[in-house]
């Protein structure tokens, strides 16, 4: 409810913008909002060649008749004059995001169909977990901690082994494996949800610690780190694993405490401190690598893992193949049904990140997201901010709404300051640090068709500003 409110506002709020900047003067057209690319020019103005400066008319003059005439100028890079058809167009800037209707097509081909592959695929292999028994024995061993955490949770749920393998995936950085696994979980939560309509408080616990984002291996940012040529690629690994392990701990706290959850109980310390434990030790060896060591050690891990985790669940389904004929079915075949299953929840959940990602276009192409940013910029300076910080806060500022677009502005940042600079060492923990949050409240409550989220969001906001500020201090005492 609050969150449809909310893209609603959003919403209506950058329309009235774009009309109000095309009647304004502010703008010359909104077909870029509708229909431009990101990074196309923008269009501001079309004017008679009387009207443009001196130094176009002269190259226009100069220029062979019926030819198009591209001048720039030299005082401004961004703006562009093209003479064609007796009148010359101005461009200055290049658009932040595409338009509604390459939006509503890249939604699709760029995003929903790589995403129903994946959740085929690990949605077939999370079905061979479930008939071989490997889920059941999983969720048995866990049980006593997941008891304390989500205590409306039946003990040996099929949903515990499901949360696992979630937060094991994004442990190791594999996003396109941790998102099956989460929206398994959230089906299964939903079989034990009273109220269909209305998220239960063990969907709320799990979708802010999975929001949260520990991340012990960064992956993708290291990669994009060596991409920028990083002296060392590897060296925000460390900020990342503290301020993400930070924002879990708040997460969880907020959560519990709002839930009443027994934070004395022996079990719940226990695991705490076995990922306490965890966590420095593989800081501790991490910090005995050389730089080819640190950046073999991460490139390999994840990907071990989960081959680890497919190579195990096949050999244990053919251990257990008699389980698989007692259920008149083969392993072939129940993969097969898994994998439908992961094309169905894909189908469910189009429409409901489609909306999501075309109100993300409206609100950046409108210019209402960039006078928002300016303006937290500008106050954030007048207190004494330093600027190294304020030119990284747009990929904070952005992380709830977009990951691709704060990837952009996290590039931009390290190409612009350099990759080994303040700000794109700032830039890279922000984008590590924390969840797309509106991306995944939107997948993961509509692919259950949960319309009343109840305080999922405000918390998992208020977590993100709790890793924006974690952030800062962590980058502020490492560099």
């Known amino acids: 409810m609050v969150l449809s409110r909310f893209w609603l506002a959003i919403f209506i709020s950058s329309i009235a913008f774009v009309v109000f900047s095309l009647f304004s003067g502010g703008n ?60 010359v167009k101005i461009y200055s800037g290049v658009q932040k995001s595409d338009g509604l209707l390459p939006t509503c097509k890249n939604s699709l081909l760029d995003l929903i169909i790589p995403l129903i592959a994946y959740l085929a695929f690990f949605c077939g292999i999370m079905e061979l977990l479930i008939i071989s028994g490997a889920a059941e024995k999983l969720a048995r061993q866990l049980s006593p901690m997941f008891a304390k955490v989500f205590p409306s949770v039946p003990k040996n749920h099929e949903s515990i082994s499901y949360m696992t393998l979630n937060f094991a995936a994004n442990f190791l950085g594999l996003d396109s494996a941790a998102t099956p696994f989460g929206l398994k979980a959230m089906e299964s939560l939903q079989t034990i949800n009273p109220e269909k ?32 040529n990083a002296a060392n690629p590897a060296d925000v690994m460390l900020p990342c694993i503290l301020t993400s392990f930070i924002g879990t701990i708040a997460a969880f706290l907020i959560v519990g405490i709002r839930q009443k959850v027994n934070f004395k109980s022996a079990s719940l310390l226990v695991a705490l401190m076995t990922i306490i434990a965890a966590i420095v030790g593989l800081l501790f060896y991490i910090n005995t690598l050389d730089l080819i060591g640190k950046n073999f050690f991460t490139s390999n891990l994840s990907g071990l893992m989960l081959v680890a985790i497919i190579g195990f669940t096949l050999v244990f389904s053919f251990i257990n193949e008699k389980k698989f004929v007692a259920h008149d079915t083969t392993i072939f075949d129940t993969f097969v049904t898994g994998a439908n299953n992961g094309l169905k929840t894909g189908v469910t959940i189009f429409p409901y990140v489609m909306g999501m990602l075309v109100a993300i276009s409206f609100f950046r192409n409108s210019g209402l997201f960039e006078i928002i940013s300016n303006g937290i910029s500008f106050v954030f300076s007048n207190i004494g901010v330093s600027k190294q910080i304020t030119d990284s806060l747009p990929v904070a500022m952005l992380r709830p709404f977009s990951s691709g677009g704060s990837r952009g502005f996290m590039i931009d940042a390290m190409r612009t300051f350099g990759p080994d600079s303040f700000t794109g060492r700032l830039s890279s923990i922000f984008q590590c640090s924390a969840e797309t949050t509106f991306y995944v409240i939107a997948v993961y409550f509509g692919s259950i068709k949960v319309k009343n989220t109840r305080y999922t969001l405000s918390t998992m906001l208020l977590v993100d500003l709790i890793c924006v500020i974690t952030a800062i201090l962590v980058a502020s005492w490492f560099f």
């Open 28 to 87: 010359y057209t909104i077909d870029h909002v509708l229909n431009g690319k990101k990074d196309d020019p923008i269009l501001i103005s079309e004017k008679y060649i009387e009207q443009v400066p001196a130094f176009v008319k002269d190259s226009i003059k100069n220029a062979p008749e019926q030819t198009m005439v591209v001048n720039r100028d030299t005082l401004n890079a961004d703006t562009t004059y093209v003479f064609q058809n007796k009148t």
């Open 197 to 228: 309509d209305k998220a239960s408080d063990a969907q709320i616990m799990f979708m802010c610690l999975h929001a949260a984002g520990l991340t012990l291996i960064p992956t993708s940012i290291i990669g994009y780190r060596a991409a920028e």
